[in-house]
């Protein structure tokens, strides 16, 4: 039987650990509901026990400093397949906003593929906005993970403050937990690009509340440059400090 992963530290006062209680379960929910501005539940309280009780993920970071222990950011993920291997398929990842520059996302990111590595799972799967600059950047050009797919509308009508009124196109993203799984060839970052590339706007969060029309111009615009593009059998090989998608066909050329 695999044991649980000891508590992984992130700094002097902020460490991740799994999440079994009930009582803490609750506090994952709250933590969601405040990143992404909603009164509704992002995930019930019973779903998160049953996810980690059948084998599911289910981790916090916690801020551990001299006025107690207080949960800064929380991840849950279920089990899945990816191109016929097992994964852990990671559905939302939260972090509170004035701890999102202090490395708990990226040690969430690892904890997980630890967590999988350990239980002899092949990849960590995931979806974001591809409308997200810096989302983008880190899971590409950071994490070093795969675009598998674009999917038009992947969740339909979403209600909570960060992406209501717009259609919720995303890319799912596919991260090898072992360096035995082939790496698809990268440039590095600040290099000369020789592939098409597709940009993104500045901030869509800010532009979806000040200019929603600009903000779903830009929805069809990446629909069609890069959507359509990696349907056809394009690739993304890297993403632009300029905020741009790189992408190349399956022969290596520009896409």
């Given amino acids: 039987m695999v044991g649980e992963l000891a508590p992984t530290p992130v700094s002097a006062h902020v460490t991740i650990r799994p999440i079994v209680a009930p009582t803490e379960l609750v506090g994952v929910n709250a933590l969601f ?13 019973d779903l998160l026990r049953a996810i980690g009780y059948t084998g599911g993920y289910v981790a916090g ?20 397949d990816h191109d016929g291997e097992r994964a852990l398929h990671s559905h939302i990842t939260g972090i509170l906003p004035g701890v999102q520059h202090a490395g708990v996302g990226r040690a969430l990111k690892d904890h997980q593929r630890a967590w999988a590595a350990e239980r002899g799972i092949a990849w960590i ?40 009124g717009m259609a919720s196109d995303r890319l799912v993203m596919a991260w090898p937990t072992s360096e035995r799984i082939e790496r698809i060839e990268r ?3 600040g290099t000369l690009r020789s592939g098409v590339e597709v940009p993104t706007p500045d ?11 600009a903000a779903d111009e830009w929805r069809l615009r990446l629909r069609s ?20 998608y790189v992408l190349t066909d399956v022969a290596g050329g520009p896409a």
């Fill in 61 to 80: 970071a916690y801020d551990t400093g001299p006025n107690g222990e207080h949960l800064v950011g929380a991840s849950f993920g279920f089990l899945a």
């Fill in 125 to 164: 799967t995931w979806t974001f906005d591809p409308l997200v600059r810096r989302n983008a950047w880190f899971n590409i050009e950071v994490l070093g993970a795969h675009v598998a797919e674009y999917v038009v509308d992947f969740y339909g009508e979403m209600h909570d403050s960060v992406n209501t």
């Fill in 203 to 213: 901030d869509i969060v800010v532009l979806r509340r000040t200019d929603p029309t």
């Fill in 33 to 45: 509901q405040q990143i992404w501005g909603t009164s509704e539940p992002i995930v019930q309280v």
């Fill in 225 to 244: 440059e890069l959507g359509d593009r990696l349907t056809a059998g394009a690739r993304v090989t890297g993403f632009t400090r300029a905020g741009a």
């Fill in 187 to 189: 440039i590095e970052p």
